[in-house]
Protein backbone atom coordinates (compact mmCIF):
# COMPACT_ATOMS: atom_id res chain seq x y z
CA UNK A 1 0.00 0.00 0.00
CA UNK A 2 1.91 3.18 -1.06
CA UNK A 3 2.22 6.40 1.05
CA UNK A 4 -0.70 9.20 0.27
CA UNK A 5 0.01 12.80 0.98
CA UNK A 6 -2.41 15.99 0.35
CA UNK A 7 -1.86 19.72 1.38
CA UNK A 8 -4.18 22.56 1.94
CA UNK A 9 -3.85 26.60 2.09
CA UNK A 10 -3.55 28.87 4.51
CA UNK A 11 -6.05 31.66 4.78
CA UNK A 12 -6.15 35.75 5.24
CA UNK A 13 -9.16 38.09 6.52
CA UNK A 14 -9.05 40.83 3.57
CA UNK A 15 -11.51 43.25 5.20
CA UNK A 16 -13.77 43.34 7.76
CA UNK A 17 -12.02 41.93 11.20
CA UNK A 18 -14.48 43.25 14.41
CA UNK A 19 -16.98 44.89 12.17
CA UNK A 20 -18.48 41.23 11.07
CA UNK A 21 -19.25 40.67 14.96
CA UNK A 22 -21.56 43.39 14.83
CA UNK A 23 -23.08 42.57 11.52
CA UNK A 24 -21.39 43.60 8.94
CA UNK A 25 -19.80 41.65 5.95
CA UNK A 26 -16.04 40.25 6.35
CA UNK A 27 -13.95 38.85 3.16
CA UNK A 28 -11.72 35.98 3.66
CA UNK A 29 -9.42 34.65 0.88
CA UNK A 30 -6.76 31.03 0.77
CA UNK A 31 -3.19 31.69 0.85
CA UNK A 32 -2.16 29.04 -0.78
CA UNK A 33 2.04 30.07 -0.69
CA UNK A 34 2.06 28.47 2.55
CA UNK A 35 0.13 24.98 3.41
CA UNK A 36 0.27 21.95 5.74
CA UNK A 37 1.11 18.62 4.49
CA UNK A 38 -0.09 15.44 5.73
CA UNK A 39 1.43 12.42 4.54
CA UNK A 40 0.17 8.84 5.47
CA UNK A 41 2.59 5.55 5.04
CA UNK A 42 1.96 1.87 5.95
CA UNK A 43 3.57 0.62 9.31
CA UNK A 44 4.45 -3.04 8.45
CA UNK A 45 6.32 -3.14 11.96
CA UNK A 46 3.45 -1.95 14.01
CA UNK A 47 0.35 -4.12 15.45
CA UNK A 48 -2.39 -3.63 13.53
CA UNK A 49 -4.64 -0.91 14.22
CA UNK A 50 -1.94 1.23 15.45
CA UNK A 51 -1.58 4.73 14.65
CA UNK A 52 1.43 6.77 15.39
CA UNK A 53 1.71 10.40 14.66
CA UNK A 54 4.36 12.91 13.83
CA UNK A 55 3.95 16.74 13.59
CA UNK A 56 6.99 18.71 14.98
CA UNK A 57 5.31 21.93 15.45
CA UNK A 58 3.48 20.19 18.29
CA UNK A 59 6.06 17.97 19.93
CA UNK A 60 5.06 15.23 18.74
CA UNK A 61 7.52 12.23 17.28
CA UNK A 62 6.11 8.88 16.49
CA UNK A 63 3.55 9.05 19.00
CA UNK A 64 0.92 6.44 19.69
CA UNK A 65 -2.65 7.62 18.42
CA UNK A 66 -4.11 6.46 22.02
CA UNK A 67 -1.33 8.78 23.89
CA UNK A 68 -3.39 11.80 22.71
CA UNK A 69 -6.35 12.99 24.52
CA UNK A 70 -9.63 12.37 22.78
CA UNK A 71 -10.04 16.16 22.35
CA UNK A 72 -6.74 16.71 20.77
CA UNK A 73 -7.29 18.54 17.65
CA UNK A 74 -5.16 15.41 15.93
CA UNK A 75 -6.75 12.69 17.30
CA UNK A 76 -10.27 14.40 17.15
CA UNK A 77 -9.36 14.97 13.11
CA UNK A 78 -8.25 11.13 12.79
CA UNK A 79 -11.40 9.93 14.70
CA UNK A 80 -13.50 11.86 12.80
CA UNK A 81 -12.18 10.82 9.40
CA UNK A 82 -12.09 7.44 10.65
CA UNK A 83 -15.87 8.01 10.95
CA UNK A 84 -16.81 9.42 7.69
CA UNK A 85 -15.51 6.88 6.44
CA UNK A 86 -16.38 3.81 7.95
CA UNK A 87 -13.23 1.85 9.02
CA UNK A 88 -13.25 1.28 12.75
CA UNK A 89 -9.81 -0.60 12.37
CA UNK A 90 -7.50 0.95 10.21
CA UNK A 91 -4.25 -1.47 8.95
CA UNK A 92 -1.42 -0.03 10.98
CA UNK A 93 -0.05 3.39 9.62
CA UNK A 94 2.12 6.35 10.42
CA UNK A 95 1.01 9.98 10.04
CA UNK A 96 3.41 12.76 9.43
CA UNK A 97 2.41 16.36 10.01
CA UNK A 98 4.77 19.36 8.40
CA UNK A 99 3.37 23.07 7.70
CA UNK A 100 4.95 26.84 6.11
CA UNK A 101 1.45 27.98 7.79
CA UNK A 102 3.13 30.70 10.98
CA UNK A 103 0.98 28.99 13.82
CA UNK A 104 -1.72 31.18 16.03
CA UNK A 105 -1.29 33.97 13.22
CA UNK A 106 -4.63 34.27 11.42
CA UNK A 107 -3.68 32.73 9.32
CA UNK A 108 -6.10 29.06 9.19
CA UNK A 109 -3.31 27.06 10.24
CA UNK A 110 -5.62 24.72 12.09
CA UNK A 111 -7.64 24.03 9.65
CA UNK A 112 -5.38 23.44 7.30
CA UNK A 113 -4.04 20.85 9.19
CA UNK A 114 -7.04 19.28 9.63
CA UNK A 115 -7.95 19.37 6.43
CA UNK A 116 -4.73 17.97 5.11
CA UNK A 117 -5.13 15.07 7.13
CA UNK A 118 -8.94 14.17 6.13
CA UNK A 119 -7.67 14.21 2.64
CA UNK A 120 -4.98 11.70 2.81
CA UNK A 121 -6.14 9.61 5.21
CA UNK A 122 -9.22 8.87 4.05
CA UNK A 123 -7.26 8.29 0.61
CA UNK A 124 -5.29 5.87 1.74
CA UNK A 125 -8.23 4.08 3.45
CA UNK A 126 -9.43 3.80 -0.46
CA UNK A 127 -12.50 6.33 0.69
CA UNK A 128 -11.26 9.85 -0.65
CA UNK A 129 -13.87 12.11 1.05
CA UNK A 130 -15.57 14.82 -1.26
CA UNK A 131 -15.28 18.47 0.12
CA UNK A 132 -18.54 18.87 1.99
CA UNK A 133 -17.28 15.80 4.13
CA UNK A 134 -13.64 17.32 4.77
CA UNK A 135 -15.53 20.25 5.56
CA UNK A 136 -17.54 19.15 8.46
CA UNK A 137 -14.81 17.36 9.82
CA UNK A 138 -12.56 20.56 9.87
CA UNK A 139 -15.22 22.50 11.69
CA UNK A 140 -15.68 19.84 14.50
CA UNK A 141 -12.17 19.96 14.63
CA UNK A 142 -12.19 24.04 15.13
CA UNK A 143 -14.69 24.11 17.81
CA UNK A 144 -11.57 23.00 19.59
CA UNK A 145 -9.20 25.71 18.34
CA UNK A 146 -11.68 28.53 18.84
CA UNK A 147 -14.96 27.62 20.93
CA UNK A 148 -17.52 28.64 18.97
CA UNK A 149 -16.08 29.15 15.35
CA UNK A 150 -17.13 31.31 12.31
CA UNK A 151 -17.02 28.68 9.72
CA UNK A 152 -14.36 30.72 7.49
CA UNK A 153 -11.39 29.19 8.26
CA UNK A 154 -12.30 25.47 7.42
CA UNK A 155 -14.72 26.95 4.56
CA UNK A 156 -11.99 28.84 2.69
CA UNK A 157 -9.26 26.43 2.98
CA UNK A 158 -11.27 23.25 2.12
CA UNK A 159 -12.67 25.15 -1.16
CA UNK A 160 -9.98 27.19 -1.87
CA UNK A 161 -12.10 30.00 -2.48
CA UNK A 162 -12.38 33.41 -1.39
CA UNK A 163 -15.52 33.60 1.21
CA UNK A 164 -18.04 36.45 1.86
CA UNK A 165 -19.40 36.12 5.55
CA UNK A 166 -21.92 37.88 7.62
CA UNK A 167 -22.25 36.37 10.91
CA UNK A 168 -25.39 33.93 11.24
CA UNK A 169 -26.16 33.49 7.73
CA UNK A 170 -24.51 30.63 5.13
CA UNK A 171 -21.12 31.34 4.01
CA UNK A 172 -21.05 32.46 0.32
CA UNK A 173 -17.87 31.50 -1.91
CA UNK A 174 -17.06 33.78 -4.90
CA UNK A 175 -14.42 33.80 -7.57
CA UNK A 176 -11.58 35.95 -7.88
CA UNK A 177 -11.93 37.56 -11.42
CA UNK A 178 -8.28 38.76 -11.81
CA UNK A 179 -5.67 37.52 -10.00
CA UNK A 180 -3.67 40.26 -7.76
CA UNK A 181 -0.86 39.88 -4.98
CA UNK A 182 -0.58 40.60 -1.23
CA UNK A 183 2.51 40.49 0.65
CA UNK A 184 1.28 39.73 4.53
CA UNK A 185 3.71 40.71 7.50
CA UNK A 186 4.11 39.57 10.85
CA UNK A 187 4.67 42.45 13.52
CA UNK A 188 6.42 39.88 15.49
CA UNK A 189 4.12 40.58 18.40
CA UNK A 190 1.21 38.32 19.89
CA UNK A 191 -2.35 39.33 18.58
CA UNK A 192 -4.54 39.03 21.87
CA UNK A 193 -7.75 38.56 19.85
CA UNK A 194 -9.76 37.96 22.74
CA UNK A 195 -8.66 41.13 24.75
CA UNK A 196 -9.16 43.03 21.85
CA UNK A 197 -12.53 41.89 21.02
CA UNK A 198 -13.43 42.52 24.38
CA UNK A 199 -11.83 46.30 24.58
CA UNK A 200 -14.31 46.91 21.54
CA UNK A 201 -17.03 45.55 22.92
CA UNK A 202 -16.77 47.43 25.57
CA UNK A 203 -16.15 50.41 23.59
CA UNK A 204 -19.02 50.29 21.61
CA UNK A 205 -20.92 49.97 24.49
CA UNK A 206 -19.59 52.98 26.04
CA UNK A 207 -19.90 55.24 22.63
CA UNK A 208 -23.04 53.13 20.63
CA UNK A 209 -23.65 55.69 18.29
CA UNK A 210 -20.22 56.36 17.31
CA UNK A 211 -18.97 52.70 16.45
CA UNK A 212 -21.95 51.91 15.04
CA UNK A 213 -21.21 54.38 12.57
CA UNK A 214 -17.73 52.99 12.38
CA UNK A 215 -18.96 49.46 12.05
CA UNK A 216 -21.06 50.44 9.40
CA UNK A 217 -18.29 52.44 7.47
CA UNK A 218 -16.24 49.53 7.49
CA UNK A 219 -19.54 46.96 5.94
CA UNK A 220 -19.57 49.84 2.87
CA UNK A 221 -15.97 49.24 2.27
CA UNK A 222 -16.47 45.15 2.39
CA UNK A 223 -18.95 45.73 -0.15
CA UNK A 224 -16.97 47.99 -2.19
CA UNK A 225 -13.83 45.40 -2.52
CA UNK A 226 -16.05 42.28 -2.80
CA UNK A 227 -17.09 44.29 -6.17
CA UNK A 228 -13.83 45.03 -7.15
CA UNK A 229 -12.31 41.25 -6.56
CA UNK A 230 -15.57 39.76 -8.69
CA UNK A 231 -15.55 42.37 -11.23
CA UNK A 232 -11.34 42.06 -12.14
CA UNK A 233 -10.93 45.75 -11.05
CA UNK A 234 -8.45 44.78 -8.05
CA UNK A 235 -6.37 47.57 -8.27
CA UNK A 236 -9.58 49.61 -6.08
CA UNK A 237 -8.51 47.26 -2.83
CA UNK A 238 -5.56 49.62 -2.28
CA UNK A 239 -7.28 52.24 -0.84
CA UNK A 240 -9.58 50.32 0.94
CA UNK A 241 -7.24 48.71 2.46
CA UNK A 242 -6.18 52.17 3.55
CA UNK A 243 -9.72 53.17 4.53
CA UNK A 244 -10.36 49.87 7.08
CA UNK A 245 -6.97 50.60 8.34
CA UNK A 246 -7.98 54.22 9.20
CA UNK A 247 -11.35 52.81 10.48
CA UNK A 248 -9.82 49.79 12.73
CA UNK A 249 -7.13 52.57 14.19
CA UNK A 250 -10.60 54.87 15.38
CA UNK A 251 -11.84 51.23 16.98
CA UNK A 252 -8.20 51.07 19.15
CA UNK A 253 -7.17 47.98 17.80
CA UNK A 254 -3.91 49.13 15.75
CA UNK A 255 -0.93 49.45 18.09
CA UNK A 256 2.22 51.73 16.84
CA UNK A 257 4.41 48.51 15.87
CA UNK A 258 1.31 48.03 12.62
CA UNK A 259 1.04 51.43 11.90
CA UNK A 260 4.63 51.67 11.64
CA UNK A 261 4.77 48.80 8.98
CA UNK A 262 1.38 49.86 7.29
CA UNK A 263 3.71 53.31 6.45
CA UNK A 264 6.90 51.56 5.66
CA UNK A 265 4.66 49.18 2.92
CA UNK A 266 3.10 52.32 1.57
CA UNK A 267 6.46 54.13 1.49
CA UNK A 268 8.17 51.00 -0.58
CA UNK A 269 5.21 51.15 -2.94
CA UNK A 270 2.38 49.49 -1.82
CA UNK A 271 -1.22 50.31 -3.11
CA UNK A 272 -2.72 50.15 0.47
CA UNK A 273 -2.23 48.24 3.57
CA UNK A 274 -4.11 47.40 7.04
CA UNK A 275 -3.72 44.84 10.01
CA UNK A 276 -5.32 41.74 9.07
CA UNK A 277 -7.02 40.10 12.01
CA UNK A 278 -7.71 40.77 15.80
CA UNK A 279 -4.71 43.64 15.87
CA UNK A 280 -3.01 44.91 18.44
CA UNK A 281 -0.17 42.93 16.99
CA UNK A 282 -0.32 39.71 14.43
CA UNK A 283 -0.47 40.70 10.59
CA UNK A 284 -0.93 43.37 8.38
CA UNK A 285 -1.33 43.05 4.72
CA UNK A 286 -0.49 44.66 1.99
CA UNK A 287 -1.47 45.30 -1.96
CA UNK A 288 1.60 45.22 -4.04
CA UNK A 289 2.70 45.46 -7.69
CA UNK A 290 3.55 41.26 -8.90
CA UNK A 291 6.62 42.77 -9.82
CA UNK A 292 7.57 45.03 -6.65
CA UNK A 293 6.79 42.49 -3.75
CA UNK A 294 10.00 41.21 -2.73
CA UNK A 295 10.93 44.33 -2.53
CA UNK A 296 8.41 45.59 -0.65
CA UNK A 297 8.78 42.21 1.66
CA UNK A 298 12.25 43.08 1.85
CA UNK A 299 11.46 46.82 3.01
CA UNK A 300 8.98 45.49 5.60
CA UNK A 301 11.49 43.25 7.14
CA UNK A 302 13.98 45.99 7.50
CA UNK A 303 10.82 48.12 9.09
CA UNK A 304 11.09 45.47 11.59
CA UNK A 305 8.41 43.09 10.51
CA UNK A 306 10.03 39.32 12.07
CA UNK A 307 8.21 37.18 8.90
CA UNK A 308 7.03 37.96 5.21
CA UNK A 309 4.88 36.17 2.92
CA UNK A 310 4.33 37.31 -0.66
CA UNK A 311 1.00 36.03 -1.56
CA UNK A 312 -0.31 35.86 -5.08
CA UNK A 313 -4.30 35.30 -5.02
CA UNK A 314 -5.56 34.07 -8.17
CA UNK A 315 -8.77 32.62 -9.72
CA UNK A 316 -8.70 28.92 -9.19
CA UNK A 317 -7.20 26.93 -11.72
CA UNK A 318 -10.03 25.18 -14.40
Known sequence: MPATTATAPGKIILFGEHAVVYGQPAL?????????????????????????ITAPA?????????????????????????????????????????????????LGSGAAVTVALARALSAFLGHPLGNDAVNAIAYEVEKIHHGTPSGI??????????????RG????????????????????????????????????QAEPERFQALFAAVGRVVEAAYRAITTGTPEALGPLMDENHALLQQMGVSCPTLDRLVTAARQAGAL??????????????????????EAIARALEAAGAVRTIVAPIAPPAP
Open 169 to 204: RPLRAFRVRRPFTVVIADSGIPAPTAQAVGDVRRAA
Open 28 to 52: AVPVPAVRARTVVSPAPDLPAGEIR
Open 272 to 293: GAKLSGGGRGGNLIALVPPEAA
Open 58 to 106: VALENAPLESLPPEHPLAKAVALTLEAVGVSRPPALRLRLSSTIPVAAG
Open 153 to 166: DNTVVTYNLPVYFV
